[in-house]
């Protein structure tokens, strides 16, 4: 299964960079790595996903090594509004090909002004 | 507008009355999925749905089902529910099944469900 780890919570001031890590050791050849946003009592919102290298688009940045086995989710110049809970999600694809998909617990953002 | 609708958005009921939790896509989405969300145990799959006629279960299907006769909706039902089962829950779609489709879900405003 493809377990991921996130640290629980991270805090960082307006117009900081935010890195936030996502381990994934037993990522399978086919996973791609999802990232989600969400804000209090609402759905989840997705932000970025990527396969391998680096991915980009207008919220966020996506890194993932050769490896794969962690992401960094990058969000440029945090403001208050970036204040969330971001969650990492890898594919999980049993031998019996079921569609499973596992959400971690998510980190924590806290924007401070 | 691509959405995804649930209804009731809130609701109080007491224990063992039966319940269904409605949801609505209008993506024409292959797949789509329940989860439940508590405090500090993040969001957890209930139960998915490949296609119509097809679901399968997550990590927290007991006492819970699920049924998908058209493409659009699946409802969650409880059939007896219970104080355990009082979470926050969200549908949620996707294009398809298998592959970065299926992590690209679509989330449901969430209903919550309070059981007494």
């Known amino acids: 299964l493809a377990k991921t780890t996130q640290p629980i919570s991270m805090d960082s001031y307006e117009g900081q960079e935010v890195n936030i890590t996502c381990s994934h050791n037993?990522?399978?050849?086919?996973?791609?790595i999802t990232w989600y946003q969400q804000f209090p009592s609402q759905g989840p919102r997705f932000i970025i996903q990527?396969?391998?290298t680096k991915v980009t688009n207008e919220v966020a940045s996506l890194f993932i090594p050769a490896d794969r086995k962690s992401s960094t989710l990058s969000l440029p110049r945090v403001s208050l509004s970036d204040t969330a809970v971001y969650y990492c999600?890898?594919?999980?694809?049993?031998?019996?090909?079921?569609?499973?998909?596992?959400f971690g617990k998510g980190t924590k953002l806290s924007v401070i002004p | 507008e691509a959405q995804v609708t649930q209804n009731p958005r809130y609701l109080i009921t007491v224990t063992g009355k039966k319940l269904t939790v409605t949801c609505s896509q209008n993506?024409?989405?292959?797949?789509m999925s329940w989860y439940r969300q508590d405090p500090g145990l993040g969001l957890r799959q209930i139960y998915y749905?490949?296609?119509?006629?097809?679901?399968d279960k997550g990590d927290v299907p007991e006492g819970y089902k699920v049924s998908r006769k058209e493409k659009r909706n699946f409802p969650l039902i409880l059939e007896s529910p219970s104080p355990n089962q009082t979470s926050l829950y969200f549908c949620?779609?996707?294009?398809?099944?298998?592959?970065?489709?299926?992590?690209?879900?679509?989330f449901g405003p969430g209903t919550r469900l309070l059981v007494l």
């Open positions: 749905s490949m296609n119509v006629e097809v679901t």
């Open positions: 999600l890898v594919g999980d694809v049993s031998g019996a090909g079921s569609y499973q998909l596992t």
């Open positions: 993506m024409n989405h292959e797949y």
């Open positions: 990527g396969y391998k």
């Open positions: 037993n990522i399978a050849t086919n996973d791609y």
């Open positions: 949620a779609s996707s294009k398809s099944y298998g592959g970065p489709d299926q992590e690209t879900q679509y």
